[in-house]
């Protein structure tokens, strides 16, 4: 089964511009939550997504948005660019039942990079 | 507010030696708690996870222990290897909110052959 994946890679952008990051979860996955990795702050949860709904929400501004389509992709939108917005931004899945003991699966992360 | 607590930041053990790092969290309502393993490039990968009706659970080399009353849970590692090197990140989450993994700051592990 093949894992998450996340497009593109590696992303530079200058400060002001928008950017648009994609996620697949892993098939029959249903949520999927999005991540913020920096050296200083760690991982820091952004949002999740379940059935097409935001479920979840971290503390980020409203720059940060994202959506989830019917097939489960997601994608999430950093709009005005700050350079502290550089950062390696994490796609995780996971079944999403009703239960906690759900696992979940990491993609390897989109590096995103503002000049 | 730090929930999670992870120390130390960084580790270097003797090949065939334990690693141990540790972690605190704050909220009684956390009933999940994973360990992820992070390789340099690539995502966190899950390792072990606990829920607090357990007090140690132990996969291979791995055990974690978990002490519900003074809020803290550990991973050891036995017989570290070079391979093992990479971050550790430790979290938590609660029921209703099982999307959202509350980590720690991370430990970067060094096993020296």
């Known amino acids: 089964k093949a894992g998450v994946t996340q497009t593109p890679r590696y992303l530079i952008k200058t400060r002001g511009q928008q950017v648009t990051l994609s996620c697949s979860p892993i098939?029959?996955?249903?949520?999927v939550s999005w991540y913020q990795q920096t050296p200083g702050q760690g991982l820091q949860f952004l949002f999740e997504y379940f059935s097409e709904t935001q479920r979840n929400k971290g503390n980020f501004p409203g720059r940060f948005s994202g959506r989830q389509f019917s097939n489960s992709r997601s994608e999430m939108n950093v709009s005005t660019l700050e350079l502290g917005d550089s950062a390696l931004y994490l796609c995780?899945?996971?079944?999403?039942?009703?239960?906690?003991?759900?696992?979940?699966?990491f993609g390897p992360g989109t590096r995103l990079l503002v000049l | 507010q730090q929930q999670v607590k992870q120390s130390p930041q960084s580790l270097i053990v003797q090949k065939g030696g334990i690693s141990i790092i540790n972690c605190a969290y704050e909220n009684t309502a956390f009933d999940y708690f994973p360990w992820y393993q992070q390789f340099p490039g690539k995502g966190p990968a899950l390792l072990i996870a606990i829920r607090p009706d357990v007090s140690e659970k132990k996969e291979g080399r791995f055990t974690i222990s978990f002490n519900k009353s003074a809020k803290q849970f550990s991973l050891h590692i036995m017989d570290s290897q070079p391979g093992d090197s990479a971050t550790y990140f430790c979290?938590?989450?609660?029921?209703?909110?099982?999307?959202?993994?509350?980590f720690g700051k991370g430990t970067k592990l060094s096993v020296k052959p």
């Open positions: 995780a899945s996971s079944r999403a039942g009703d239960g906690t003991w759900e696992t979940q699966y």
């Open positions: 979290a938590a989450s609660r029921r209703g909110s099982q999307g959202n993994l509350i």
């Open positions: 098939s029959g996955h249903r949520s």
